[in-house]
């Protein structure tokens, strides 16, 4: 990220919006936001995918679609830093103006992140602040949790920190197990992701400051979605 310093929030742009999708695993973010691409739902042009883990399905599916996809492996590098800083090296050279954290599993170093204030997003399965970090649904439901759900927000070097743009969710059911949850809410983060990613690529939405403008206006509370699969105010 050296050289000329690319805007520090996105506008409303040329269409398609380029998009980089960073992810380690299964990729059903990934996939959600592919499927609304080539229906035609979503104004984005995925220009690649990339992540830490070559055997990735995430990774297996973007080649699939003939979206360019890049490993790298984090044991090659000295450390966090200068993995962090090659892998957006290459993010920043394939053009992407917004970077989609869809279940990529590694903290990114915060000088890095800092590089990419307000043009880097992240989908985390709980209604943040409760349950940063890993198995929010087990925590969920040893808490008592009526209600689960899931965020979207800007990434910032605090871990799944960083202004929340929208929340999605979910009631908890009495007979409801670890899985059962996160199976039903992640049918909530892919609309919940597309959602966001179109509010973003349109313009409607973008980070200023540390406040998430909803067409210019900070919002009070995390957007939500509306029947239709659009972004509303709470
Ligand atoms: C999703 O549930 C996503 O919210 C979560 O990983 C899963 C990835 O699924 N991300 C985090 O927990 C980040 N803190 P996917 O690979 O099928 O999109």
Same mark, same amino acid.
């Given at each position: ?157 605090? +871990?799944?920190?960083?202004? *929340?743009? #929208?929340? /999605? $969710?979910?009631? !908890? %059911? ?6 059962? @949850? ?9 609309? +919940?992701?597309?959602?966001? *990613?179109? #509010?973003? /690529? $349109?313009?409607? !939405? %973008? ?6 403008? @909803? ?9 939500? +979605? ?7 105010? /709470?």
């Amino acid at each position: 990220m050296n050289g000329t310093p690319e805007p520090r929030v996105p506008g409303p742009g040329p269409r398609p919006f380029p998009i980089a999708v960073l992810a380690s695993g299964r990729g059903s973010n990934l996939a959600a936001l592919i499927d609304a691409r080539e229906a035609g739902r979503l104004p984005v042009d995925i220009v690649l995918v990339a992540g830490d883990r070559a055997d990735a399905p995430a990774l297996r599916n973007a080649s699939a679609h003939g979206i360019p996809a890049l490993a790298l492996d984090p044991k090659s590098f000295p450390d966090r830093r200068s993995f962090d800083r090659a892998l957006l090296a290459r993010v920043a050279a394939s053009g992407a103006r917004l970077v989609v954290l869809a279940g990529y599993m590694r903290i990114i170093d915060a000088a890095v992140v800092a590089d990419w204030a307000g043009r880097m997003i992240n989908i985390h399965p709980s209604l943040l602040p409760k349950y940063r970090g890993l198995h929010t649904h087990r925590r969920a439901l040893a808490a008592g949790d009526l209600e689960h759900g899931t965020s979207v927000h800007f990434v910032s070097a605090e +871990l799944d920190g960083g202004p *929340v743009i #929208a929340q /999605a $969710r979910i009631e !908890v %059911r009495r007979d409801d197990t670890e899985d059962a @949850l996160a199976a039903r809410l992640l049918l909530q983060e892919h609309r +919940l992701l597309v959602a966001c *990613v179109d #509010a973003i /690529a $349109r313009g409607q !939405v %973008r980070e200023c400051n540390g406040s998430v403008l @909803l067409d210019d206006a900070a919002i009070c509370a995390p957007l939500r +979605l509306d029947p239709s699969g659009h972004l509303v105010a /709470a």
